[in-house]
């Protein structure tokens, strides 16, 4: 059971705007910086932000991240086919002391 | 260039253990390295990592007692050893590098499938 919830889905057509949500509570997201990562099945997950809104070098700029309170937001401006993937977003626990992964979002290009 | 080579599948019975290793090369910065898995189907679920330059090892709640990690700094390899395996273990197994005192995992091994099954 992660301590961070995402929704299980989202989708738009290509050009959309998309957001993925991950609520989490005040020892992890409250007090610890987010990190997202995209995963494509069958390959290694890649980094995708970190640090709440920093890109990786390669990763483009219609990628985003955001951080507020307790929760943190991905989103994905100008939504492109193969931008189809599962996204995870994580933080360190304080109380677990441990890092967490969110339950993960689907991403579906209509 | 980072890189993080791991090693090859494995099946197990059920009550036995596994060790799964990780070979890093590149990079200077000192570093963690984490082990993170996929159950078929599931989540991504951070499992405990090593700092190899300190043998400092921090694990996940769910599996202490269970797993034991452990870095080699010769040959630049850390290990995962699991032990009292179940079929919910079965999983590919990922190991994946932060720069010490950042948590973000910026470079992945490309994973190790472990069945367990008797």
């Known amino acids: 059971q992660s301590v961070l919830t995402q929704p299980p889905s989202a989708s738009g057509t290509p050009g959309q705007r998309v957001t993925v949500s991950c609520s989490g509570s005040?020892?992890?997201?409250?007090?610890?910086?987010v990190d997202w990562y995209q995963h494509f099945p069958g390959t290694a997950p890649e980094l995708l932000i970190y640090?709440?809104?920093q890109r990786p070098s390669g990763v483009p700029d219609r990628f985003s991240g955001s951080k507020s309170g307790t929760s943190a937001s991905l989103a994905i401006n100008g939504l492109q086919s193969e931008d189809e993937a599962d996204y995870y977003c994580?933080?360190?626990?304080?109380?677990?002391?441990?890092?967490?992964f969110g339950t993960g979002t689907k991403v579906t290009v209509l | 260039q980072v890189r993080l080579v791991q090693s090859g599948a494995e099946v197990k019975k059920p009550g036995s253990s596994v060790k799964v290793s990780c070979k890093t090369s590149?990079?200077?910065?000192?570093?963690?390295v984490n082990w993170v898995r996929q159950a078929p189907g599931q989540g991504l679920e951070w499992m405990g990592r090593?700092?190899?330059?300190?043998?400092?090892?921090d694990y996940a709640q769910k599996f202490l007692g269970r797993v034991t990690i452990t870095a080699d700094k010769s040959t630049g390899t850390a290990y995962m050893d699991l032990d009292s395996l179940r079929s919910d273990d079965t999983a590919v197994y990922y190991c994946?590098?932060?720069?010490?005192?950042?948590?973000?995992?910026?470079?992945w091994g490309q994973g190790t499938l472990v069945t367990v099954s008797s």
């Open positions: 994946a590098r932060a720069s010490l005192g950042a948590t973000q995992l910026d470079s």
């Open positions: 590149g990079g200077t910065l000192p570093y963690s």
């Open positions: 090593i700092v190899p330059m300190l043998r400092i090892t």
């Open positions: 005040s020892s992890n997201i409250g007090s610890n910086t």
């Open positions: 640090t709440n809104n």
């Open positions: 994580a933080a360190w626990d304080d109380s677990l002391n441990g890092y967490v």
